[in-house]
């Protein structure tokens, strides 16, 4: 997994190297390249998951992103508009997540996601204190987080 | 083809710290405020700073963009987390609108510890929603 990630950097470094421009679309260029070339490499070996977890990295980022700008909107609106349509509120979250990293990464992205703020985590690390804008029904909110933002982001860290 | 690029980017990036800064005017309370600033500036900061990596095509401005977006995006929630739980220690009221409050009750006093069980509540332990508009401006 990871030598497999140190990998595909060398390759990359070596291909910037031998073009001789220092640009991050040429080294991006290089990395994909390097990940394909790993990939024909290693098509015998038990080891795959690398090659699948690559995937799932970018199309987690992308799925962020359009989570991110999505609630902005939201937010936006209800800000310059003159009526209030939030329903604030603290919801009890119990994570799946259970080591630090995996607790920190989960936070972080609940917090960025406009709308939503942690509050505290419980001294066990069992559940966090989330602040919503737009809360419609608690359960609502944990089970949407559950399936989506928690279980994407644990099948790439697990 | 990349000004066109560029200019969504950096209008993107304009509109939402400007919606954060009219959020802290219009917000009802506190943590409303709060959530609005911080989450509408980084993202605001990080489009602005893209747009610069974009523009120059110098591998030194690129490399300290994305070292400055990084860091953004690592240390705002948990300064949004310190100050929202301060802000609940010291009983700031949430607005009138406040459907839920969970967190009602869940700390140890004396201790500052943080329960994730349900136990049997006080009850002086009522969530800490305001009444009026005034007491959270």
């Not at chain 1, 950097?9 to 640009?23: E, Q």
């Not at chain 1, 994909?32 to 799932?56: A, C, H, S």
């Not at chain 1, 992308?62 to 009526?83: G, M, R, S, W």
């Not at chain 2, 030194?60 to 310190?82: C, D, E, Q, R, W």
Request: negative net charge.
């Amino acid at each position: 997994m990871i030598k497999n990630f140190l990998m595909n950097l060398l390759l990359a470094a070596i291909w910037v190297a031998l073009t001789g421009s220092l640009y991050y679309t040429n080294f991006l260029f290089g990395f994909m390249l390097g990940f394909f070339v790993l990939w024909i490499m290693n098509r015998n070996e038990t080891d795959q998951r690398y090659f699948f977890r690559d995937p799932k990295i970018i199309s987690f980022a992308f799925y962020f992103l359009y989570e991110i700008i999505k609630a902005n909107v939201q937010v936006a609106f209800d800000v310059i508009t003159p009526k209030y349509f939030f329903k604030p509120g603290i919801v009890k979250y119990t994570m799946a997540a259970k080591t630090d990293f995996e607790i920190q990464l989960l936070s972080t992205m609940i917090s960025l996601t406009p709308g939503t703020l942690i509050v505290d985590i419980s001294d066990d690390k069992k559940t966090i204190y989330i602040h919503v804008m737009y809360l419609t029904d608690p359960e609502t909110f944990v089970r949407q987080t559950q399936t989506g933002l928690e279980r994407r982001l644990l099948a790439i860290l697990r | 083809m990349i000004d066109i690029v560029l200019a969504l980017l950096s209008t993107a990036g304009a509109l939402s710290i400007l919606f954060a800064s009219i959020g802290i005017l219009r917000m009802p309370d506190f943590y409303l405020r709060l959530s609005v600033t911080v989450k509408a500036s980084t993202l605001g900061v990080g489009l602005l700073l893209i747009c610069a990596a974009i523009m120059f095509p110098d591998v030194s401005v690129t490399t300290k963009a994305i070292a400055i977006v990084f860091f953004l995006i690592i240390t705002a929630p948990i300064g949004a987390h310190m100050i929202g739980r301060a802000a609940y220690f010291t009983g700031t009221p949430l607005w009138k609108g406040t459907i839920a409050d969970e967190l009602a009750g869940m700390y140890d006093e004396e201790t500052h510890t943080l329960e994730s069980e349900e136990e049997e509540r006080d009850k002086g332990d009522a969530p800490n929603i305001a009444e009026t508009e005034e007491e959270t401006k």
